[in-house]
């Protein structure tokens, strides 16, 4: 069964140069890119993608991280999409990730906990409601019917 997953490729990423290798990466996992975008999110717009997180003490580091430049989105398309975006990508600590997940792209290009390169939808529920965040939702449908 097709499933779709929101990726986000973030600032750290993007100013380190890794969007291609990364859509390498995803393309060679069988992955379809579906659609992209490039943008640079303001403020209201990280706090409300992360509004699960507004009341951690990391949230007002983690909308400055994320408006700190320019992200690209992607909505990524295959059997069992979330979890195996997931798992590429490796856990959210990227220094952890070095030492126990070395070939996870978080290893690659990530940081630490915050500046980690890249995000992943954590459940099917999550990746429809971050991909209608970015995407008009009427052309996302559109492919399932
Ligand atoms: P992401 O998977 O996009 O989801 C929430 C983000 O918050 C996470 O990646 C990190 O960038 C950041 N984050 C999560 N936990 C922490 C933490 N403990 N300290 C700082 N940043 C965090």
Known sequence: EKEKTLAIIKPD??????????????????????????????EDAVRSFYAEHSSKSFFLSLV??????????M???????VADWRKLIGPTDAEKAKVTHPQSIRAMCGFN???????GSDSTQSAS??????????DTRHDEL
Request: net charge neutral; proline share 2%; glycine share 8%.
């Open 64 to 73: 400055k991280y994320m408006t700190s430049g320019p992200i690209l989105v």
């Open 75 to 81: 909505i990524l398309e295959k059997d069992n999409a």
């Open 13 to 42: 990423g993007i100013l380190g140069n890794y969007s291609d290798k990364i859509k390498n990466i995803i393309t060679g996992y069988g992955f379809s890119i579906t659609r992209e975008m490039r943008i640079q999110l303001d």
């Open 129 to 138: 409601r971050e991909i209608s965040f970015f995407f008009d939702v009427q």
């Open 113 to 119: 906990m915050e500046r980690n390169c890249v995000h």
